[in-house]
């Protein structure tokens, strides 16, 4: 047992929402976290298309009223210091641009009790780059989800080298408490192991079409069929949608700068951002 109970999640994007309603559906009390009432009003329609996707996807107890009960365990708050009053721990899915996730840490830090323990979900950053912002680097580290928690359920768990090991041991157990399958990498990665995997494919897929060489629903096609996996790369990035890879890429240096322009110019400035808008590189 984690003697986790109270859990609080900061932001309620794509994978932030997931993260807290999982965590609710696994009986823990949850309380979303977003910036202002207008973002807590989108979370409150992600929360309700979730129920319904559990039904659809047929999770366990989902059908028999466990979905719209999960619902019942979620407390929304736009003010910090409320929403992390009683948490033992917080789970911070805040944009992946490393200026905004140590300002959120900064103020986090201030307000949180001291019992309370730090997790960011960030995709790309190493949690060194944000330990020093936290005031707590000894209870701070990494609990990494990937996009569609309650199908594709794995916890990456990567502490830094001030990371008490008992801290990384009680957040491996409630990984496992909230259905995931926990993964902890031994010292820090950039990208931890799915990422690492991950991002390389995705960018592959948007130099060919950013080039040129074919196009995004082709390229897609190639790899289903020459592969056997189910999704390409641009139905992977129209699910994660199309800012987290474009945060990514524009932090990525000079050579990444194209690849992040031209998502920006053909599709973001276009409100085309996945399938959370009903466009990206498909229409849904």
Do not use: C
Not at 119 to 124: G, I
Not at 191 to 203: A, C, D, I, R, T
Not at 242 to 256: C, D, V
Request: glycine share 10%.
């Amino acid at each position: 047992m984690s003697g986790i109970t109270n859990v609080t999640v900061l932001g309620t994007g794509v994978l932030g929402s997931q993260i807290a309603y999982q965590t609710a559906y696994s009986g823990f009390s949850v309380t979303a976290y977003d910036i202002d009432d207008n973002a807590l009003g989108q979370a409150r329609t992600r929360f309700a298309d979730l129920v319904e996707t559990y039904k659809k996807d047929a999770v366990p107890g989902a059908a028999e009223g466990r979905a719209d009960e999960a619902l019942t365990r979620i407390r929304l708050s736009a003010d910090l210091a409320d929403a992390v009053r009683d948490a033992d721990l917080v789970i911070e899915a805040v944009p992946e641009v490393l200026s905004i996730k140590q300002e959120t840490y900064g103020k986090l830090g201030k307000v949180a009790p001291e019992k309370t323990i730090f997790a960011t979900n960030s995709s790309t950053l190493l949690p060194s780059d944000l330990k020093a912002f936290t005031g707590r680097p000894a209870r701070f580290l990494a609990l990494h989800f990937a996009n569609r928690v309650w199908k594709f359920n794995t916890a990456e768990v990567m502490g830094t080298a001030d990371t008490d090991p008992a801290v990384v041991d009680e957040v491996i157990a409630f990984a496992g408490e909230i259905g995931m399958v926990p993964v902890p990498l031994h010292k820090e990665k950039a990208g931890y192991v799915l990422n690492s995997l991950l991002v390389p494919f995705l960018n592959a897929g948007y130099a060919l079409a950013a080039g040129g060489y074919a196009e995004p629903a082709d390229i897609d096609n190639v790899w289903r069929i020459g592969t056997g996996a189910p999704l390409g790369p641009f139905q992977i990035t129209d699910i994660i949608g199309l800012r987290t890879p474009y945060n990514i890429l524009s932090n990525a240096g000079a050579e990444a700068k194209p690849l992040a322009d031209w998502l920006k110019t053909n599709y973001i400035d276009k409100g085309k951002l996945g399938v959370a808008t009903g466009e990206g590189f498909y229409t849904y």
